[in-house]
């Protein structure tokens, strides 16, 4: 699988490195409901699994004064979630191994750093990154590049050597405008067909035959 030489690999957070969309869904559902009185299908909010909270609120014409209290009912349901918390099996020892080569390991997230710091921080994988780039670190989000570019830009990166590694179109679409490869998880990615990924990974493990 390995065609050039990858000296930096950027991951997404959520679907990608934590099995997260069907808290992540459900907890927005929940919300808009308590505050807005809307009940959504999931299917009608599966869009805003890997965008921020701001941008899933215009798709949807609520007005962005309801964004605090939706915000604080999301937190509410969702860090009360144990399956917010689920890493993808295999993740954490494919981690370490590319830890121990000289490769520099880094995220592009669109959650905010509050976010981060609410459960990521915590977990024993947050130790492998080197930086975390998050909604807060840039004025536009996934699929605009520049979160990655910010990234490429902090850590010095070069970009034909670098990798982003995402389970959804934003993420592909952010790493090509940014001028990088994309490579697909598989095993959090919804809509596969849809993607059009440089790479496809149906497991963590795939991700070891890049390097």
């Known amino acids: 699988m390995k065609t050039f030489n990858i000296k930096t690999i950027i991951f997404d957070i959520d679907g990608t490195l934590m099995d997260t969309y069907t808290p992540s869904v459900e907890a927005l559902r929940k919300a808009l409901l308590s ?19 701001d941008d899933s609120l215009a798709r949807l014409n609520i007005d962005n004064n309801f964004y605090p209290a939706i915000q604080s009912k999301i937190d509410e349901y969702y860090y009360r979630d144990e399956r917010s918390k689920k890493v993808f099996p295999g993740i954490e ?9 000289d490769i520099v390991l880094g995220i592009v997230t669109s959650r905010d750093k509050r976010e981060v710091e609410m459960d990521f921080n915590k977990l024993s994988i947050s130790k492998h990154f080197d930086v975390i780039i998050t909604a807060d670190d840039a004025k536009r989000h996934k699929p605009h590049p ?10 010095n990166s070069s970009k034909s050597e670098t990798i982003y590694i995402g389970d959804t179109k934003y993420d592909c679409e952010a790493a090509h405008a940014a001028g990088i490869r994309f490579a697909l998880a598989g095993w ?24």
Not at 93 to 101: A, P, Q, Y
Not at 189 to 211: H, Q, R, T, W
């Open 35 to 53: 505050v807005v009185g809307i009940d959504y299908k999931e299917d009608d909010l599966a869009f805003h699994f890997g965008i921020p909270l």
């Open 93 to 101: 020892k494919v981690l370490k191994v590319i830890s121990e080569n």
């Open 146 to 155: 520049d979160p990655i570019d910010k990234f490429i830009k902090v850590t």
């Open 188 to 211: 959090g990615a919804l809509n596969k067909e849809k993607i059009k990924a440089d790479y496809f990974l149906s497991k963590p493990e795939d991700i070891l035959k890049l390097i």
